[in-house]
């Protein structure tokens, strides 16, 4: 019989846990890569990128693995913590993505980009691709961009207030497919009711948060961060004066910004403007 492989959940990573219990599963049934993928219906070379850690996969096969296997919940659940476990993050962004995690509400402000939080696969793709990652790395970082959903899918999401400069929605992606895509994502996006979307038109003129993008959290203790970014680095606020100064900078930028209504059909308008595909 083979040797069982333990799960202690006491000094693994999320990611490790998980593809230790891959392993795990096919080995005490008995099973080849090849074997698995036969009864599945899913690739060999997947399964075996996903117990090695080089990719988590995405929640379609992790549910077709719990109905294989007979463990239900259980390997979704370790995905999801996979997904969301901060560590998959460069240093400088693990701390903000904690209290992301944790935040009562979040508002944003996205100067060049929609917030990760509300962006496709396929603009997660572009958006990482050109800053030069390639291959593994960048599948893992759009999982684990992607996974920051849940946060908003939630049975009791925080609200987030989103505000976009018009430059995000002008800057479309090469692909045209996964640009309405995107465009259409937004829209969706607006009509639940924990997201507040708005466009902050050109004709707003300048204002104080003209090229940075920002997002503040309310956290359970009351108080509230800043995390602000540009091309070249991100930083996490927690001093009061600096905190606050951004809020009454973002206050008065969303009173020049378009209604959520008037914000919607603006995106509607976009879509409508873009050309057909050719019929065949």
Not at 91 to 102: A, D, H, K, T
Not at 182 to 202: A, G, K, M, W, Y
Request: include cysteine.
């Amino acid at each position: 019989m083979p040797q069982r492989l333990v799960i202690t959940g006491r000094s693994q990573e999320p990611r490790g846990r998980f593809t230790q219990e891959l392993r795990r599963l096919r080995i005490e049934r008995g099973l080849s890569l090849r074997e698995l993928a036969k009864a599945v219906g899913w690739d060999a070379s997947l399964f075996s990128k996903m117990e090695n850690g080089q990719t988590l996969g995405g929640p379609e096969v992790v549910q077709a693995l719990d109905q294989f296997y007979g463990t239900p919940g259980l390997l979704v659940t370790l995905w999801e913590l996979a997904v969301a476990d901060p560590t998959q993050f460069k240093e400088q962004y693990r701390r903000y993505m904690v209290l992301e995690s944790e935040a009562l509400s979040l508002w944003h402000y996205g100067a060049s980009a929609p917030p990760g939080l509300l962006q496709t696969a396929g603009y997660a793709r572009e958006a990482l691709g050109v800053g030069w990652i390639k291959g593994a790395e960048l599948d893992q970082q759009i999982e684990a961009r992607l996974g920051r959903r849940q946060l908003l899918e939630d049975e009791d999401p925080p609200p987030f207030r989103v505000i976009l400069s018009e430059a995000v929605l002008r800057t479309s992606l090469r692909d045209a497919d996964a640009w309405r895509e995107q465009l259409e994502h937004l829209v969706e996006d607006s009509e639940r009711p924990n997201i507040t979307l708005q466009v902050l038109p050109f004709s707003a003129g300048l204002h104080g948060l003209l090229n940075t993008s920002v997002m503040f959290l309310r956290l359970i203790d009351g108080r509230t961060v800043a995390y602000t970014e540009n091309d070249l680095r991100g930083e996490l606020l927690e001093e009061n004066a600096s905190v606050e100064l951004l809020q009454r900078r973002y206050d008065a930028m969303r009173d020049l910004a378009l209604s959520p209504a008037e914000s919607r059909n603006f995106i509607l308008r976009m879509l409508e403007a873009m050309p057909c595909e050719p019929s065949t």
